[in-house]
Structure formats: structure tokens, C-alpha cells
């Protein structure tokens, strides 16, 4: 079964069913450490001593600790992405065939994450997110050229300007008009979840 979040696989169903085999006592500490090692973007998630260690206490294999953790990884990165109510969520993973203390425990763990996230993104106001950022702009005409006799081409400068950075863009008629087409259908995206 295929969710719009996720694609069911073989190695997902297998990573799984190493899952539901954990010892639910260590397995939301286990996931609470993933999660945190994925928000700070470390690679290494476990040192070698500490997956020694963990293959004792799962009573599992190298390598299908390895594979619990890249199915962890997985399900947190496409679960972040998205949206969800906390009931629905648990239903998906439970058809995903997580068993039910585990999706509870994945649920759990999710909530207080995005919750985090969300209380972040509201203590943000606009202006410090924005660096004051301006747009200047301003239009030019190439006349003619070596190559070109008697040949006007428009070009736009627009300036993107921070207190920090400024970058500058030289564009032609074409490419000012695609770029004002895809800030149109942003628009148009935005509009619609309004």
C-alpha cells in the first residue's frame, strides 16, 4: 500500500520488521537519539562501542542495527516533511507494519519534535528572518555590439540585498519573464492553501 508521504519497498518493510523486534523499554530512547543526531546533522549516530552495546541490549546483528537506524532515518525524514494529525500518522505506520506500541512510541517522539519546530517558527518575527532585505533593480538597453549591428537588447539588473550579502543578477527579456512566471505560480500555490 503507498501513502502520499511515503513509498512502501521491500528493504522498508524489512527495516520494519527489525524494528518490531526491538525491546520497547530502550527503543524510544534509541529513536529520541537518532532524531537528535539527525536535527544536528551528525553522521556518525553511534560510536562503535555504543552499537556493540546496543546489539547486546536488542540482542541483534551489526547489520540489522544498521538497518533499524536507516529505517528510522527514513521514516523521520519523510515524517518531518509533512503535516499530520497525530491519529492518522499512527494509522499509517501501523499499515506500514509497525506494531502498534512502536508507531505509538514513533507518534510520540514526532509530536515533540514538530512541536519544537513550530515554537521556533513562531518566536521568529519577519525582520530578523529577513536581514532587511531589499530588491533594487534597474533596466538596461544594449544598443548594438560588434556582433550585433543595430541590435537593442534589454537586460534587468536586480540586486538582492541583505545587511550581510548582496548578490546581482543580469537577466534578458526571456529569462525575466520565466522567472516572473514561476513567482506566479508560487503565488497561484500560495493562494490555493489560503
Known sequence: MNYYWIK???SLTKGILVINQLEEAKF??????IVTKLKIQDTEFFTEEERRKLEKIFKINDENLLLAIKTILYLFKKMLKFIFM????????KDLG???EKAEIFVKVWSSETRTVLNELGTTTINDSMDSLSFPWKLNAELSSEYHKKCKVPKTYI????????????????EIYSVFLQFEAIQNELDNLM
Open 98 to 100: 509497525l506494531h502498534s
Open 86 to 93: 497525530p491519529a492518522n500518522l499512527k494509522l499509517d505506520l
Open 8 to 10: 512502501n519497498s521491500q
Open 28 to 33: 524510544e530512547q534509541f529513536l529520541c537519539r
Open 159 to 174: 540586486t538582492f540585498a541583505s545587511e550581510k550579502e548582496e548578490l546581482e543578477l543580469e537577466l534578458n527579456h526571456p
